[in-house]
C-alpha cells in the first residue's frame, strides 16, 4: 500500500463550482499535512497545511483532516479558471521530517 | 535574491557524461531534498541532507551523488548520465514542516 493516495483524476468542474479532493495516509501516526499546488511546467507551490483534525479555512481553499479516519481533503470554493493544476497531497510520518506526496490530481476548471 | 535557486534551468547532454545540478538556498534551513518527477511516478526523492555533511539516500539513489559542504548549498551530480535520468530535478528546502520547492531543471540526456 502506498502511504499516501489521492483520488485519481482528472477532476473537471465548471467555473464557479466546488471542487474536491481527497488524499487517505497509511501511518496512522502522522502529524503534518500539506496540499502543494503544481501547474504545467512550475515546481509544487504550498497552499495549505494542516496539523489538527478539523477544518482549516484559507480564502478560497478549505483544508480538512479527520485523523482517525486518515483522511485528508481539500475543497476549492468558487473554482476558477486559474484554479486549473495538479493538487498534491503531501504527508510527513512520525519522527520524520521528509514528505510522504501522493501521485497528484489534475483538476480542470471549464469557463 | 532570498529563496531557493536551481541552475541550469535546462540541460542537454549526452550518456556518459556527469552532470552537476546546481541547488541554493538563503534562509539557512537545516534540511534540502532533491527529488526528481516524471509523468506516472510523481515527485520521488533522490537524496536528502539535514545538515552540512550530513546526506542520505531517498527512494532512487542509484547514478546520483551529492555533497553539502556549505549549508546554502546542495549540488545533485549524475556521475554517468543515462537516458533513463532524463527529467525534471527539483530541489527543495525545509525549517522542520514546510517544504519550498526550486524552480526546477529539466534535464535532457541524449
Known amino acids: 500500500q502506498k502511504e499516501v493516495e489521492q483520488n485519481s483524476g482528472p477532476l473537471s468542474v465548471p467555473e464557479g463550482a466546488i471542487a474536491s479532493l481527497n488524499c487517505t495516509y497509511s501511518d496512522r501516526g502522522s502529524q503534518s499535512f500539506f496540499w502543494y499546488r503544481q501547474y504545467s511546467g512550475k515546481s509544487p507551490e504550498l497552499i495549505m497545511f494542516?496539523?489538527?483534525?478539523g477544518d482549516k479555512e484559507d480564502g478560497r481553499f478549505t483544508a480538512q483532516l479527520n485523523k482517525a479516519s486518515q483522511y485528508v481533503s481539500l475543497l476549492i470554493r468558487d473554482s476558477q479558471p486559474s484554479d486549473s493544476a495538479t493538487y498534491l497531497c503531501?504527508?510527513?510520518?512520525?519522527?520524520?521530517?521528509?514528505?510522504?506526496f501522493g501521485a497528484g490530481t489534475t483538476v480542470t476548471v471549464r469557463a | 535574491d532570498a529563496g531557493i535557486t536551481q541552475s541550469p534551468r535546462y540541460k542537454i547532454t549526452e550518456t556518459g557524461r556527469q552532470v552537476t545540478l546546481m541547488c541554493h538556498q538563503t534562509w539557512s534551513h537545516s534540511y534540502m531534498f532533491w527529488y526528481r518527477q516524471d509523468l506516472g511516478h510523481g515527485l520521488r526523492l533522490i537524496y536528502y541532507?539535514?545538515?552540512?555533511?550530513?546526506?542520505d539516500k531517498g527512494e532512487v539513489p542509484d547514478g546520483y551523488v551529492v555533497s553539502r559542504s556549505k549549508t546554502e548549498n546542495f549540488p545533485l551530480t549524475l556521475e554517468s548520465a543515462t537516458r533513463s535520468q532524463t527529467s525534471v530535478y527539483f530541489c527543495?528546502?525545509?525549517?522542520?514542516?514546510?517544504?519550498?520547492f526550486g524552480p526546477g531543471t529539466r534535464l535532457t540526456v541524449l
Open positions: 527543495a528546502s525545509t525549517d522542520r514542516d514546510t517544504q519550498y
Open positions: 541532507s539535514a545538515a552540512a555533511d550530513i546526506t
Open positions: 494542516i496539523y489538527s483534525n
Open positions: 503531501a504527508v510527513i510520518p512520525p519522527d520524520d521530517y521528509k514528505l510522504s
